[in-house]
């Protein structure tokens, strides 16, 4: 049994005692002690067993082993962002006790801290309050409800991909109807929690890809000998790459639900000059500890002065005057050194140092997820297509105005033809009569804060004078790449994760100053360079062809020296994020006169109607892909709470998403089996005789007795059937008219439904069959018959 009240105070100094032994890594960019080269996310309940002692539950158990047992699970939940003797905000805000500071927020803290627990030691099942009852006292079955219901709707518990979650989203939906706008990650966590509350829903995506700024491309088709026969391909990830500290982060939890290894990324990184020689680790070390102690004396600075005051003043500034005040960095070799920890720190805020903000630029600090740095093994799309399952997604829908009032919301959409994955630089702009309309109770806005910056979505009426205030104050940067494939891997050390180089030029200080060795995790030899800060930008406007040839030059310089030819790239690619029009970036920054609380105005609601999610929108975790994860979650719960218990419908009909019915009509104008007046459609990329599908059948009222119809407006009705129920169907003799009707109903048990009850029943159904058709290349007709190759 969970052991209630416990000695907070106790679990405080046991918690500081283990911080001063292994305190969490900071933001600042260091280059630490290597590693070991692979990772089990369960590290950190591993390491939590060893350090507390793992006592197998059971009924009874001793005081001592009870308190043992707390001490863990409060650890765990602290690791999750939980005080250890306090609630969340979020929790007052939901009443989960109904007096703070007592005996009845403690006792809650202990069930919630054990939930937490249970749920975080297999996060492959789906874990249910009838499993907790197990093993909490019935005294505090009131606060066992209270914590569970607030941990699951918000997230923390029973969140991801697992295939055993799958029963426990409803069958059926609610009347509420939400529209999200872009299939990031954001985006994507938000729709599977909203389809797990009984919502309906609707992904509308720009791209032709889901993802957005998480893009993994295939690169280096048929690589060595087997050209043609084995089909090898590397994957590399031209946009959001490192999982940024994996305990208590939600991508490590969905990589173990899928099974997906990750790779540590060491902290070793030999540096180069400009001429190519290695930079001795004496300069290394002392020009490191300079780089640390400036940014220490910028907080000495901030403390002096008062964050306020310094709100006009940049990072770069400051740290210029430092840098001459106590005349560090003097000579060349130390000054291009010290400019390359500058570049790395441009890298970590997708910002110039003269655009960050000397008052706010670091305040995510406390927040920041401990653990390694990793990469996923075949890239993070991975995560992506797992996301993408039973989620309805409209590919190619660029919003053009989102138009919001007291009764919903309306969409309009131009169809992008472009087909852009990435980095297009093509306007996607087209002519009027590709518009089309979406209606829905509540819309979910995850586009970047680069697209908000640059007016890309009207909103009518206006977003106001608040939150445009915090689109325009904060600062949306750019990281670019040049991802290149090659035949082998003449760097060599295959245990090098990165390894940088030093640029003549201040200026240019950014420009191929680090690369990432993706051997391990791409399937093939692959270096990405970076380019961060005001290289970053010049990056775009110059020719790929130019930008190979430079960094072509930079690793020659390296490697020629040791005897080592630098091949030409089997393939080699240029990201362009700045241009793109559907992220006009890359992630977000506290620029000059910005601060943390333009990241909570920007994730405020207008009007319970519209939503915003992304990395932009998270103070805690911005420019992060756990932070756009965790901000999809946060809103999910937001629209469900709000929505909760009452009806937001304001017509008298029952309020459905518009393309529904009209996706439903075209469906049905290509059917994939077809015989007498049943016509069928089915999901393409699934082939098992009970996997459902859709049917339509044309009759009359002569034909048929109002017992078998739900609803018996108009001629054509419809069901949902499987494909053995279909192929039944097709057998049955005579199979025309009144007969094949009464079969369906009497044999089969299906109850036929007019097309608007039916778009609301099988919303789900007939947007993600809809979906998987639009993304088949070949569809060959054979008679009655389809097939897709």
Known sequence: ??????????????????????????????????????????????????????????????????????????????????????????????????????????????????????????????????????????????????????????????????????????????????????????????????????????????????????????????????????????????????????????????????????????????????????????????????????????????????????????????????????????????????????????????????????????????????????????????????????????????????????????????????????????????????????????????????????????FVPGLGERKEGAIERLGFGLLNKVAMVFGSVFWGDEDLDTFGCLNRESGARGEFFLFYSYRTVSGGPVLVALVAGEAAKTFESTRPEVLLHRVLDVLKGIYNPKGIEVPNPIQSMCTKWGTDPLSRGSYSHVRVHSSGSDYDILAENIQNRLFFAGEATNRQHPATMHGAYLSGLREASRIFQLTKGKSVITQKSIRKINCVSDTLTNLFKTPDLSFGSLYFVFDPSNEDDESTGLMMVEVNKSQCQSQWLDEGRGVRLYAVVTRVQAREMEAVVGGEGRRQVSYLYEKLGLKLMGMDRFALVANSLILSIATRRGRVRNRVVFGNRVSYT
Not at 87 to 97: H, S, Y
Not at 400 to 412: A, P, Q, R, S
């Open 1 to 458: 049994m969970v052991g209630v009240p416990y000695n907070w105070t106790h679990v405080a100094r046991c918690y500081v005692r283990e911080q001063s032994i292994h305190a969490f890594p900071s933001k600042r960019p260091l280059r630490k002690k290597p590693l070991s080269r692979s990772y089990d996310e369960n590290l950190m309940d591993d390491y939590l067993d060893k350090q507390l002692g793992n006592t197998p539950r059971k009924r009874m158990r001793t005081k001592k082993e009870l308190e043992k047992e707390t001490e863990k699970e409060a650890m765990i939940a602290l690791s999750l962002g939980f005080p250890i003797d306090a609630l969340l905000e979020e929790e007052i805000k939901a009443n989960v006790v109904s007096e703070l500071h007592g005996k009845q927020q403690n006792d809650y803290i202990v069930v919630r801290n054990h939930i937490l627990s249970r749920w975080r030691s297999n996060v492959h099942a789906w874990l249910s309050k009838g499993e907790i009852k197990e093993t909490v006292s019935n005294e505090f079955n009131h606060l066992l409800h209270s914590a569970y219901d607030f941990l699951h709707f918000n997230g923390y518990i029973n969140f991801g991909v697992s295939p055993s979650f799958k029963p426990q989203i409803p069958e059926e939906t609610t009347e509420k109807s939400v529209i999200i706008i872009g299939a990031g990650l954001a985006g994507l966590a938000a729709a599977r929690q909203l389809l797990s509350f009984g919502f309906k829903v609707i992904v509308l995506e720009g791209r032709n890809r889901p993802g957005g700024r998480v893009y993994t491309q295939k690169m280096g088709l048929n690589l060595g000998h087997n050209q043609g026969q084995n089909g090898n391909y590397a994957m590399v990830d031209l946009g959001g790459s490192v999982i940024t500290g994996i305990h208590a982060n939600p991508l490590g939890v969905l990589a173990r639900q899928l099974s997906i290894p990750l790779h540590k990324i060491k902290d070793e990184c030999p540096l180069y000059n400009p001429e190519g020689k290695p930079v001795a680790k004496e300069t290394d070390s002392k020009i490191e500890f300079i780089f640390n102690r400036l940014l220490d004396k910028v907080t000495e600075f901030r403390q002096i002065m008062s964050r306020e005051s310094c709100t006009d003043i940049s990072l770069g500034l400051v740290l210029e005057k430092l840098q001459k005040l106590y005349a560090v960095a003097t000579n060349v070799e130390e000054k291009q050194l010290l400019d390359w920890h500058f570049a790395n720190l441009e890298y970590a805020n997708a910002g110039p140092l003269s655009e960050l903000s000397a008052a706010y630029w670091d305040q995510d600090d406390p927040y920041e997820m401990g653990g390694d740095h990793c990469f996923l093994a075949g890239g993070n799309s991975r995560l992506i297509e797992s996301l993408c399952e039973n989620v309805p997604i409209f590919y190619d829908k660029v919003v053009k105005t989102i138009k919001y009032n007291e009764t919903g919301v309306e969409i309009t959409v131009n169809n992008n033809n472009n087909n852009n994955n990435n980095n297009d630089d093509t306007d996607t702009d087209t002519d009027n009569s590709c518009n089309q309309v979406f209606n829905a109770d509540v819309c979910l806005c995850t586009v970047p804060l680069g697209v908000l910056k640059n007016g890309g979505i009207e």
